[in-house]
Structures are given as structure tokens and as C-alpha cells.
């Protein structure tokens, strides 16, 4: 079976840290460009962060550029998310994707996981 894991959300008070992973199974992410995304109640879905697989260059939303660091583990088949400064507009379901080919772009995300509640509030 062919799926993403997405682990670490919950609630954090603004200005708290939280660590997401995401692990796949069933494929490897080794030549593959890795999203995180995000979908807040009543709002579309909006990209977050990327990382790509040829040179590991990372992509980020201006609203979280400086708080929030994209790594990945090939070894692990894993994707991290830190996430630094929480606000509580970064409240949403993250969810990671997998994209058909080894840079980040704005489409070609074929493999979703089922999300993780993140929640920021005091």
C-alpha cells in the first residue's frame, strides 16, 4: 500500500514549536519532491514548504519564511516540518505530498498523506 504518514500535530500555545514527520511506505521519496500544505477551516488549501530531492533546495510560503525549516531523511523515507514562532493563523490540517519528479512546482503532487491537526491557541 502506497500512503504517507503525517505525525506530530496538536496544540501548542503562540510562540511554541512543533515538529511534524511524515513517513512514507510503499515508495520511496528518493527521487521525489516533498510538499507540506495546509488547510485551514473555510480556506483553501495553500502550499507551505518544499524540498526538493536533486539538491535539497527549499521553497516557503512568505508567512512562515524564518519560522517553519522543510529537512528530509532518504534513508528514512521520512519528512520533517519545524515548525518554530507558532501563530495562531498557522491553525490547519498539514498534510505531505509527493511530487512526480525531483523539484518543487506548484502541480504534479500525486501521493497525499491524511493530515494532522495543528492548533495554536492560548
Known amino acids: 500500500q502506497l500512503q504517507f504518514v503525517e505525525s506530530g500535530g496538536g496544540l501548542v500555545q503562540p510562540g511554541g514549536s512543533l515538529r511534524l514527520s511524515c513517513a512514507a511506505s510503499?515508495?520511496?521519496?528518493?527521487?521525489?519532491?516533498i510538499g507540506w500544505f495546509r488547510q485551514a477551516p473555510g480556506k483553501e488549501r495553500e502550499g507551505v514548504s518544499c524540498?526538493?530531492?536533486?539538491?535539497?533546495?527549499?521553497d516557503y510560503v512568505d508567512s512562515v519564511k524564518g519560522r517553519f525549516t522543510i529537512s528530509r531523511d532518504n534513508a528514512k523515507n521520512t519528512v520533517y516540518l519545524q515548525m518554530n514562532s507558532l501563530k495562531p493563523e498557522d491553525t490547519a490540517v498539514y498534510y505531505c505530498?509527493?511530487?512526480?519528479?525531483?523539484?518543487?512546482?506548484?502541480?504534479?503532487?500525486?501521493?497525499w498523506g491524511q493530515g494532522t491537526q495543528v492548533t495554536v491557541s492560548s
Open positions: 524540498i526538493s530531492s536533486a539538491d535539497l533546495t527549499t
Open positions: 505530498a509527493a511530487r512526480f519528479g525531483p523539484r518543487c512546482g506548484s502541480g504534479g503532487y500525486d501521493y
Open positions: 510503499g515508495f520511496s521519496i528518493h527521487y521525489r519532491a
